[in-house]
């Protein structure tokens, strides 16, 4: 007798589906690198691109010389793994702080990291450019960003606890007192305010592989460790005695993935600027793909975020090297109006 197959369990069907979704987000972001690397002022056929990463890939000399090679691999594809990096890094961020806030207009910028980054970018730009290089501003925006989330913190923290409204108030009058400073420190650049505004505005024009090096490893481990928390934010959209009542540490979940939420996003905005609106749509478009379980919902959102950022660069590339954070910011503007709207139907 044949044997009976075992009926699929409902667990076993949301497996398959969740596998299913990010084998088509993968290979939507192989054809995306695939397609974007061709866009450009000088067009570069995708079989050539592929025939040149195959090449790169597999051991053995090559049998002849592919064209445009400087094009594609020193120009375009470190610019593209730079945004693959920068969009997993903002997307995962604003997920993180959305399910730990249970608010939708919760992203990486609002608690003042992206403040702080600036302030911190402005900083070098005007005092340590001349003496050590533009490679200082990448530090000092990493730094100002965790400075910024530290007196966030430090402010909003009420015997021990951090209610997450007062968490709230206090990024936002902190992003308003240091966006007060970067105004103050623009009035006073002069040569240097083209610096500082460029830097502002958000971009990948000088990516390079040395900078992909550089923010790759914090930027995965960081994802890592906040995907270890996916089922601590499952329990806690409960609420927050409902998970306690589970066995977990409220409290101390806020404040790691507060401060790998900070250092997330100072790592991808260091090299690329403050890119707007990322970490707040991406999260809410892949919650309506793969429903709001936070165990598939940061892997999606991260390659959500790569994939449309680098779409978002093409697009800017295509329209004259324009600013990406420009960009970015006539498609997230109407989506936040959007979300605003819809405000009253619930956040879940």
């Known amino acids: 007798m044949p044997k009976r197959k075992r009926p699929k369990t409902p667990y076993l069907e949301k497996i398959i589906h969740w596998k299913m979704i990010m084998i088509y987000l993968i290979v939507f972001l192989s054809a995306t690198i695939v397609l974007t ?12 691109i592929i025939g040149f990463i195959g090449d790169r890939l597999l051991p053995g000399e090559r049998a002849e010389p592919i064209p445009h090679e400087v094009i594609i691999f020193e120009v375009r594809l470190p ?22 806030f249970k608010n939708p207009m919760a992203d990486p910028y609002i608690i003042g990291i992206a403040s702080g980054a600036a302030v911190g970018a402005a900083l070098s730009i005007l005092v340590l450019h001349p ?25 909003a923290k009420v015997g021990g606890k951090i209610p997450v409204d007062t968490l709230l108030l206090t990024g936002i009058a902190v992003s308003l007192f240091l966006g007060a400073v970067l105004s103050f420190m623009m009035s006073v650049a002069g040569g240097a ?10 971009g990948f024009w000088l990516a390079s592989w040395t900078q992909v090096k550089i923010i790759a490893l914090p930027v995965l481990v960081c994802f890592s460790l906040i995907y270890l928390f996916a089922k601590d934010l499952n329990a806690m959209l409960l609420g927050e005695e409902s998970a306690q009542t589970l066995g977990i540490n409220v409290e101390n979940a806020k404040r790691i993935l507060l401060v790998l939420s900070a250092f997330i996003t100072a790592a991808a905005v260091s090299f690329s600027g403050t890119i707007g609106f990322v970490g707040l749509i991406i999260p809410h ?11 598939i919902l940061f892997p999606a959102s991260a390659l959500v975020g790569g994939i449309f ?9 295509l329209l004259g090297e324009m600013p990406v954070g420009i960009i970015t910011a006539f498609v997230g503007a109407p989506f936040f109006i959007y ?8 956040y879940y």
């Open 37 to 48: 690397t061709a866009i450009g002022p000088v067009y570069v056929p995708p079989l050539e």
């Open 79 to 100: 610019r593209i793994m730079l945004g693959i990096l920068v969009g997993l890094s903002l997307a995962t961020a604003g997920t993180a702080l959305q399910g730990l």
């Open 131 to 155: 003496f050590f290089g533009i490679f200082t501003t990448p530090f000092m925006a990493f730094i100002g960003a965790l400075c910024s989330i530290f007196v966030v913190y430090n402010i």
């Open 193 to 202: 305010l083209h610096q500082i505004f460029f830097w502002l505005m958000g």
């Open 285 to 295: 478009v892949t919650r309506i793909l793969v429903g709001p379980d936070h165990r």
């Open 309 to 317: 950022l680098v779409w978002m660069d093409a697009l800017a590339r």
């Open 339 to 346: 979300l605003l709207k819809k405000r009253k139907s619930g």
